[in-house]
């Protein structure tokens, strides 16, 4: 199950815990639905590592009508983390990329509330979220972008995707998963677009981006 806004839930934990920050354009006329798909897929693939690794879960949501970049910005600044935690951070929603800002490969993320609502004011680049979380003390910490990084003024199109809907059926391997996030550290930083390219979605599987990284780590 999942919900709106900005809601909290966890799991026991007794040797580190998954912290799962989820922001995500609900609301939007335009590819909201396409939003809820990116957060069933990613809540749901995090929560059954948890379980796995017996790590404990928590999980911030930012969607719906709490969406927005104050509520954004006060979620990471008050992130507490241990050397046990994985911090995840994921973004599902408009981007663009400004046409004088050649120097930044990464995209900003459209975090305005309502259509009126002045879009200089209320805009992160997935790079300030890296600023912000590097220093956590989380061991392994890995930042997720499903948007477009275009040039402003080109919405995210809808596409066709040949992306098979099922998940795996293959086993899960404990060890594979011990290697994947409990030997490694660092920052993961990955984004659905590069500079001047637009990001796709549908209705069936939401982005394609989240939806091929989560079936890919499955």
């Not at 975090?111 to 002045?118: I, M, P, W, Y």
């Not at 596409?159 to 899960?172: E, L």
Request: glycine share 6%; charged share 15%; aromatic share 10%.
């Amino acid at each position: 199950n999942t919900s709106s806004g900005n809601n909290t839930s966890s799991y026991a934990s007794n040797s580190g815990t998954i912290k799962l920050i989820m922001i995500a354009n609900t609301n939007d006329d335009n590819i909201g639905s396409t939003c809820q798909r990116d957060i069933d897929h990613v809540k749901g693939m995090f929560r059954d590592v948890s379980r796995m690794l017996n790590l404990g879960f928590e999980y911030k949501e930012i969607s719906g009508d709490n969406f927005g970049k104050a509520t954004v910005v006060n979620t990471l600044n008050s992130m507490s983390t241990s050397n046990n935690d994985i911090l995840i951070f994921c973004y599902s929603g408009h981007g663009f990329h400004y046409r004088n800002d050649e120097s930044n490969a990464y995209p900003q993320f459209d975090l305005r509330s309502g259509k009126f609502d002045a879009l200089d004011a209320n805009t992160l680049n997935l790079s300030d979220i890296y600023s912000t979380l590097k220093s956590q003390n989380a061991h392994l910490k890995i930042i997720l972008s499903d948007c477009c990084n275009s040039y402003l003024n080109v919405v995210k199109p809808f596409g066709n995707s040949r992306a098979a809907t099922a998940r795996s059926i293959v086993q899960w391997s404990r060890s594979n998963c011990q290697s994947l996030f409990l030997n490694q550290s660092g920052v993961v930083v990955a984004t659905s677009a590069s500079k001047g390219e637009t990001a796709k979605c549908n209705a069936d599987i939401g982005g394609f981006f989240i939806y091929n990284f989560v079936k890919s780590l499955d």
